[in-house]
Every structure is written in C-alpha cells, then in structure tokens.
C-alpha cells in the first residue's frame, strides 16, 4: 500500500511541475506572439495609408526658363487636397536637393536653377516628392534652338504690363 501512495504523489507533482512551467513560459509567449501580430497589422495599416496617400498625390510641373536663358524657375502644382513636400528638381542629369511644401490646391514657384544653354540643347525637368512620385514637365522637355526656347507641347505665355494712369497690373 505504501507503493501506490509514492506514485500518487509523483505523479501529482509531475502536473504541478507542467503547470507551472505552462503558466510561466507558454503563456507568457502566447501573449508576446499576439502582441507582435497586434504592432505588425498597426505597421501594416500605417504603411498601405502611405500607400493610398502616394497613390493619390498629383501634381504638375511648370519649367519657366528665362528670356536671357540664364536659368530656369520651376512652378509646382498641387492638385489634391493634401500637402506635398518637395524633396528635389532634376534638370537633365543636375540633381538639387531643396526642403519645400505645397499646400491643399496650391502652387509656388522655385527656382532660379541656373543653365548654360547652347543651341541644340535639350532640358528634361522633373521634381520629386517625398513620398517618392516623380513628376516631369507637364510642357515635356524644353530645346534651346537659335536663341529661342521650344516645348513638345504648345503653350501661351501672357505679360500684362503696368500702365500709367490705369492701375497696376502684374505677371501674376
């Protein structure tokens, strides 16, 4: 009888030992393991937010060369309802680093990127936001030809001078 009594108490002590160590490893991983799931779906969302943010980001790109072909100024435009930041202007192989926003449907204007165009010369403006997009010239690429300057596409540019007597008008 004392026999069967020894192995009761064995084996009653081998399931608190189990216990024990289930309740002091197990589940302490189990909870890590789903705290780790909960930051990863958190990280996720965050990152297929950006996702949709630079997916609908938009904007045009205005290169505005000088008359004297000494430089270029860039207008920017943002077509959407939130802000983009700017991160850099390439102008053909030329990068320019520059730290400037453009706020819910506005513009602004950068610049002066000095050049030194000689006739033939071809100019490819692109900016860059930092979410990553890039975007080129809405006018495609700029030629210097004869002193002249040529987009691929057609364009109007309108200067409205002051006149005297009759108001000031300026280029905005």
Avoid: C
């Avoid at 630079?54 to 435009?77: C, F, G």
């Avoid at 983009?84 to 002066?112: A, F, Y």
């Amino acid at each position: 009888m004392r026999l069967v009594q020894r192995k009761a108490v064995s084996t009653i002590l081998g399931t608190l030992i189990f216990i024990g160590i289930l309740f002091s490893a197990v589940i302490p991983m189990q909870l890590m393991m789903k705290q780790a799931d909960s930051m990863f779906s958190s990280k996720q969302w965050e990152a297929s937010q950006e996702d949709d943010k630079r997916d609908r980001e938009s904007m045009e790109v205005y290169p505005i060369p000088s008359e004297d072909a000494t430089h270029i100024n860039v207008t920017l435009i943002n077509k959407r309802e939130f802000r983009i930041d700017i991160v850099r202007v390439w102008i053909n192989n030329s990068l320019t680093n520059i730290t400037t926003s453009i706020e819910t449907l506005g513009n602004i204007q950068i610049g002066p990127f000095p050049i030194n165009p000689l006739n033939g010369s071809v100019f490819d403006v692109r900016a860059v936001s930092s979410r990553g997009n890039v975007y080129t010239a809405e006018t495609g690429l700029l030629y210097y030809q004869n002193g002249e300057w040529v987009t691929e596409t057609m364009g109007i540019r309108l200067i409205f001078p002051s006149r005297p007597g009759g108001g000031a008008r300026d280029n905005d």
